[in-house]
């Protein structure tokens, strides 16, 4: 049987070929339901073990070797992928400190194609791009969605459009998307009115929309906690920690972990604690009134892939952590980038957002609502080369309002066996070369 779209919050069905992100009726949001009853019969963890270290499409990849929880109808000819997925789960012990535990491990999705976790969901929305005919697909971005869009349809021959911020994009993520060859457009406007024009006008012009609003790519990214327990022996860890922007993730990883215990693939459920920056909390500050009241606020931090005032996801982010028993906390933009100093000191690296799950794993560990024996997985989200600047100017401490509290100093020497010999003893030699 077939999988269909339903909105979450009336239940009106739709099928899956048809251009749909929100429910006409309603407006609720979709989310992409499979025949729980067929995938009972028909998938097991030995299905999914004995896929483990494939050589070819689509089961090489940490995405499609999830097939039938991702898109169990599709024909594999037709999947787009670059392959995605097949992340590292790093154990940690010295950043486990740190933080405050025993174990702690730290998913890499940065080490994906494209340098970041967009990309599992971007193989399951341009794959639907295409089923669908649609020859054009856009988003709008705080930059990662960008370059992993841009190479997604290039790679399949699609167009692709992407709209951005006018300023605060990092680098790295630019001239991703540039020479990937997509449409570029920079707009004054910040990453939520960039997705409602960016809504209007797909609509309009029938071009299909790959935001997180789209449910296909919360198809593919619920292979992040798929293949992180897989990862794991199918055992299931205390804790995930993620950070929030427009919600994508936390919503995967909620249908996600729903479904693997529906499926009696895990045994218990994980609790998933979700970090924002508190420049950018509108998920945070619901949470503080029990989701009585939400409200979208203007969005500001230096973790410019998290800057978002308005999530589209939200409604799917509180059921997760209903489903859950989820929390949500917040860390401030001096907290986020000692986090990132000290993961990268571990030589695994990520981008300023990423940093946030560790930021938030100590601070709850602080907080005791983390007991320190407990199991702990932080989703890191973007790779250290996304935003250069802003690890250059931390380790410089030129960051307005940030100190460096982990800063590694780089040194100026003339050619001088003396001078250098000086720097490498640790002794202080004039700076400026
Ligand atoms: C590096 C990074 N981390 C986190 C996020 C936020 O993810 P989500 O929108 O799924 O909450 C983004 C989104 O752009 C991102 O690029
Ligand atoms: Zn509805």
Known sequence: MRSILQCMDCGRQYPVDQV??????????????????????TVSRATFDDRLG???????????????????????????????????LYRTPRLAEWVGLETFYLKHE???????????????????????????????????????????????????????????????KLAQAIAYGATCIQV??????????????????????????????????KTIIIEM?????????????????????SSAFGKGLHELYELGLIDRMPRLAIIQAQGANPLYRAYKTGFEQ??????????????????????????????????????????IM?????????????????????????KLVDMGIIQPHETVVGILTGHVL??????????RNSLSNIEANYPNILHQAEPSIEEISRILAGEPVPTGG
């Open 110 to 172: 940065g080490e994906n194609p494209t340098g970041s976790f967009k990309d599992r969901g971007m193989t399951g929305g341009v794959t639907q791009a295409q089923l669908l005919g649609m020859d054009r697909v856009a988003c709008a971005s705080t930059g990662n969605t960008s370059a992993s869009l841009a190479a997604y349809a290039a790679y399949a021959g699609l167009e692709g459009i992407v709209f951005f911020e006018n300023k605060e994009i990092a680098l790295g």
């Open 54 to 88: 494939a050589l070819q499409p689509p089961f090489n990849s940490g995405v499609w070797r999830y097939k039938e929880l991702v898109n169990p109808d599709i024909d594999i000819d037709q999947i787009v992928s670059k392959p995605e997925g097949n992340t590292n």
């Open 338 to 362: 000692d986090a990132k100093a000290m993961v990268d000191a571990q030589g695994i690296g990520c981008e300023p957002a990423s940093a946030c799950s560790v930021a938030g794993a100590r």
């Open 294 to 335: 939400y409200e979208a606020i203007h969005a500001e931090t230096i973790a410019s892939a998290i800057k978002i005032g308005n999530p589209v996801n939200y409604r799917k982010a509180v059921r997760t952590i209903q489903w859950t028993d989820g929390v949500v906390e917040e860390v401030s933009d001096q907290e």
């Open 20 to 41: 749909a992100y929100t429910c006409e009726a309603c407006g609720g949001l979709l989310d992409v339901l499979h025949d729980m009853e067929m995938l009972k019969q």
């Open 386 to 395: 996304k935003d250069p600047d802003a690890t250059i100017n931390y380790h």
């Open 188 to 221: 004054s406007a910040d990453f939520d009115r960039n997705l409602e024009l960016v809504r209007t006008i797909s609509e309009e012009l029938g071009i299909y929309v790959l935001n997180s609003v789209n449910p296909f790519r919360l198809e593919g990214q």
């Open 229 to 249: 327990i897989q990862q794991l022996g199918w055992q299931v860890p205390d804790w995930i920690v993620v950070p929030g922007g427009n919600l994508g993730n």
